[in-house]
């Protein structure tokens, strides 16, 4: 089993380039979610979905985007990258929302 | 205001000596707590989840409690590949599909 796949691993950007950061599970689960994991302040909510077609913001959506067209796939999109959304990105998925969490292994991100 | 504060920062201990690990919550309602293992460079990898107070699950040499303000994970007799950063989380009553983690607890785990 896979589990959840995030893609890419590193990437590297200039201020105001856009990009997209794929997530895709394997598990059949209904609830996805994006976090920031960031020195010193844990993980933080950034999207998240409880099926497809519905998605909602979570602690901290400024210059973030996600749709959710099908249920194993949740991208997030960067609009125009900023230094301050230099982080690791982690993507998790659970059958619903109050069971654990399933993490991808991230994608660690630079925004010059 | 929802929060999750985990204690202390950075623990390390001689193999075979036992601790534990600190998680305070103030939130609105619990739903659940979970606890998380998180190796550097990879994702967490859930551990236990306690859903109401006075609830204890034990894994290998991991216990984990719960009370109404906190909860703790046990550490017996640990071995250095139990060396790792432990999350917890917490999902609020009323806070709908929301879940706040604390920063979490660095152990260090010596031969």
């Known amino acids: 089993n896979a589990g959840v796949t995030q893609t890419p691993k590193f990437q590297v950007l200039k201020t105001g380039q856009s990009m997209t950061l794929q997530c895709a599970q394997d598990m059949n689960h209904e609830y996805m979610s994006w976090y920031r994991q960031d020195p010193g302040m844990g993980l933080r909510l950034i999207h998240y979905s409880v099926g497809a077609g519905i998605t909602d913001q979570g602690e901290v959506p400024n210059g973030y985007n996600v749709s959710r067209s099908t249920t194993e796939d949740f991208p997030l999109r960067l609009l125009s990258a900023a230094p301050s959304q230099t982080s690791v990105y982690f993507c998790?998925?659970?059958?619903?929302?109050?069971?654990?969490?399933?993490f991808g292994d991230g994608t660690r991100l630079s925004i010059l | 205001e929802d929060q999750v504060t985990q204690s202390p920062e950075a623990l390390r201990l001689q193999e075979g000596e036992s601790s534990s690990l600190n998680c305070s919550y103030t939130?609105?309602?619990?739903?659940?707590l979970f606890w998380y293992r998180q190796d550097p460079g990879k994702g967490p990898e859930f551990l236990f989840t306690?859903?109401?107070a006075g609830e204890e699950k034990e894994k290998e040499r991991l216990k984990a409690t719960l009370t109404k303000k906190e909860s703790f994970l046990h550490i017996t007799a640990p071995k250095p590949e139990d060396s790792a950063t432990y999350l917890c989380a917490v999902h609020p009553r009323g806070n709908f599909n929301k879940f706040y983690f604390g920063s979490g607890t660095k152990l260090n785990v010596k031969p």
């Open positions: 306690l859903y109401s």
């Open positions: 998790a998925s659970s059958p619903t929302d109050n069971q654990p969490q399933h």
């Open positions: 939130v609105s309602g619990l739903r659940g």
